[in-house]
């Protein structure tokens, strides 16, 4: 039996070319954002709150994407009204149906994107920002907060939920229930007409796995009520679960979907609930989100311009560069760019890691790894995460021949991927 990461990992591509979303995070601030979820029914309702840092008023448009089952789901996008955050303030809207007053009567769920008005100055000093937070609330007062995340963190990544359960009611507790949703991301600028992309879901229970499949058109929100039965699992109490949500078709597909996964697990009670977003787990560069700036490993043998990473006749260097953060481990290795194989010094090439302030951290002479590296704590890099240089040159062995080669680094919370050159075929021996 497959584990559920192993199943997730299917056609991974670990040392892909070319290239989250998380929890709450607090890099909360974006100019187009999404709210996961947004509901009003006679179950739950939603208040919801916009702040800015900006020094300017920023004005939010919204448009709200009616989910499945819902009486304006075949209406497609409803245009909602616009938010305007005061400068350095804060915005409420006491409910979705106040938000966006075309709503019809009934249950309304689905979810809401939202972008600032372009700015005055074209971006050059004026950046609109905002973040925006929300709380579903049932009659009684019970319920869950659900923050806005910026779009660009739903990827078509694998995505995990865990600690899911459906749970009969005991004496002294109540039946809870498992309620997942699946969206595939709406299009601004289409470029054709939309395509349906199949999302296989997984529920995992102990040994056992359950998987069904839903097809998605771009914008398009569904709810998987009781995401066990809806999985096909049998009748009966599961604790403590899992649920994977994944694309179908190769991570390298250029028209893959960007994925909005959650799930909420409620008590049938008092309809109190929780809310957790899925978790990117597997994307085109392995382990963590399918992006390009933040993988977790990746592996590169030519830059954004085209130059090939080799060392020419005689005496030359390369310097890249690449962003890390701080605190993690992180490592950097010189390979064969064929086989991927490790290098060693007999290949002729050396290697060192410099940080920002051009202080050397690992390497030198001979050396064709960095070994792990602790990138050091907050303070030590004044607060912030930064870059570092990678620098490789010859280290006077096979000096007749070009000697070409790869870069590959790994990191425990993400880099840069490409490892761009900004000194090419420099005549110079640093090391």
């Given at each position: 039996?497959?584990?559920?990461?192993?199943?997730?990992?299917?056609?991974?591509?670990?040392?892909?070319?070319?290239?989250?979303?998380?929890?709450?995070?607090?890099?909360?601030?974006?100019?187009?954002?999404?709210?996961?979820?947004?509901?009003?029914?006679?179950?739950?309702?939603?208040?919801?709150?916009?702040?800015?840092?900006?020094?300017?008023?920023?004005?939010?448009?919204?448009?709200?994407?009616?989910?499945?089952?819902?009486?304006?789901?075949?209406?497609?996008?409803?245009?909602?009204?616009?938010?305007?955050?005061?400068?350095?303030?804060?915005?409420?809207?006491?409910?979705?149906?106040?938000?966006?007053?075309?709503?019809?009567?009934?249950?309304?769920?689905?979810?809401?994107?939202?972008?600032?008005?372009?700015?005055s100055d074209g971006m050059y000093s004026d950046i609109p920002v905002f973040a925006a937070f929300s709380r579903v609330s049932n009659p009684q007062g019970n319920g869950f907060s659900v923050e806005s995340f910026?779009?660009?963190?739903?990827?078509?990544?694998?995505?995990?939920?865990?600690?899911?359960?459906?749970?009969?009611?005991?004496?002294?507790?109540?039946?809870?229930?498992?309620?997942?949703?699946?969206?595939?991301?709406?299009?601004?600028?289409?470029?054709?007409?939309?395509?349906?992309?199949?999302?296989?879901?997984?529920?995992?229970?102990?040994?056992?796995?359950?998987?069904?499949?839903?097809?998605?058109?771009?914008?398009?929100?569904?709810?998987?009520?009781?995401?066990?039965?809806?999985?096909?699992?049998?009748?009966?109490?599961?604790?403590?679960?899992?649920?994977?949500?994944?694309?179908?078709?190769?991570?390298?597909?250029?028209?893959?979907?960007?994925?909005?996964?959650?799930?909420?697990?409620?008590?049938?009670?008092?309809?109190?609930?929780?809310?957790?977003?899925?978790?990117?787990?597997?994307?085109?560069?392995?382990?963590?989100?399918?992006?390009?700036?933040?993988?977790?490993?990746?592996?590169?043998?030519?830059?954004?311009?085209?130059?090939?990473?080799?060392?020419?006749?005689?005496?030359?260097?390369?310097?890249?560069?690449?962003?890390?953060?701080?605190?993690?481990?992180?490592?950097?290795?010189?390979?064969?760019?064929?086989?991927?194989?490790?290098?060693?010094?007999?290949?002729?090439?050396?290697?060192?890691?410099?940080?920002?302030?051009?202080?050397?951290?690992?390497?030198?002479?001979?050396?064709?790894?960095?070994?792990?590296?602790?990138?050091?704590?907050?303070?030590?890099?004044?607060?912030?995460?930064?870059?570092?240089?990678?620098?490789?040159?010859?280290?006077?062995?096979?000096?007749?021949?070009?000697?070409?080669?790869?870069?590959?680094?790994?990191?425990?919370?993400?880099?840069?991927?490409?490892?761009?050159?900004?000194?090419?075929?420099?005549?110079?021996?640093?090391?």
């Amino acid at each position: 039996m497959k584990t559920f990461l192993a199943i997730a990992a299917s056609g991974l591509l670990l040392l892909g070319f070319g290239r989250q979303a998380d929890a709450q995070t607090t890099d909360g601030y974006h100019s187009i954002q999404v709210f996961p979820v947004v509901v009003d029914t006679a179950s739950f309702a939603q208040q919801l709150n916009f702040t800015t840092p900006n020094l300017f008023p920023v004005v939010v448009k919204t448009r709200y994407f009616p989910g499945d089952g819902t009486p304006q789901a075949a209406a497609g996008p409803i245009a909602c009204n616009n938010v305007t955050i005061p400068a350095n303030g804060v915005a409420s809207v006491s409910s979705l149906r106040t938000l966006c007053p075309a709503l019809v009567a009934g249950s309304a769920f689905g979810f809401l994107h939202m972008q600032a008005q372009d700015s005055s100055d074209g971006m050059y000093s004026d950046i609109p920002v905002f973040a925006a937070f929300s709380r579903v609330s049932n009659p009684q007062g019970n319920g869950f907060s659900v923050e806005s995340f910026a779009a660009s963190t739903f990827t078509s990544a694998t995505a995990v939920v865990n600690g899911l359960r459906r749970l009969s009611a005991g004496p002294s507790s109540p039946a809870f229930q498992t309620n997942c949703f699946v969206a595939n991301m709406n299009q601004l600028d289409p470029d054709g007409p939309p395509v349906a992309k199949a999302v296989d879901y997984t529920v995992f229970t102990g040994t056992n796995q359950y998987t069904a499949t839903i097809n998605l058109l771009p914008g398009q929100f569904v709810r998987l009520l009781d995401v066990y039965a809806a999985a096909g699992a049998p009748a009966g109490d599961y604790n403590n679960s899992t649920a994977v949500f994944r694309a179908q078709g190769s991570l390298a597909d250029p028209n893959r979907p960007g994925l909005m996964s959650f799930c909420t697990v409620q008590d049938n009670t008092s309809f109190g609930a929780d809310f957790r977003i899925g978790k990117a787990a597997y994307g085109t560069l392995g382990i963590g989100s399918n992006d390009g700036m933040a993988g977790r490993e990746s592996a590169s043998k030519v830059d954004a311009q085209g130059r090939v990473f080799e060392i020419g006749a005689g005496s030359s260097a390369n310097t890249h560069v690449v962003y890390f953060r701080h605190p993690d481990t992180v490592q950097c290795q010189l390979l064969n760019p064929v086989t991927f194989a490790p290098l060693t010094a007999a290949s002729g090439l050396e290697m060192r890691a410099a940080d920002a302030a051009l202080t050397t951290v690992v390497g030198g002479d001979n050396a064709t790894s960095t070994g792990m590296i602790y990138t050091g704590d907050k303070p030590s890099h004044n607060g912030y995460n930064n870059r570092y240089l990678i620098e490789v040159e010859s280290n006077e062995t096979n000096a007749a021949g070009v000697r070409p080669y790869a870069i590959y680094c790994s990191s425990g919370s993400g880099n840069t991927f490409g490892y761009d050159i900004i000194k090419y075929k420099e005549a110079e021996d640093r090391f």
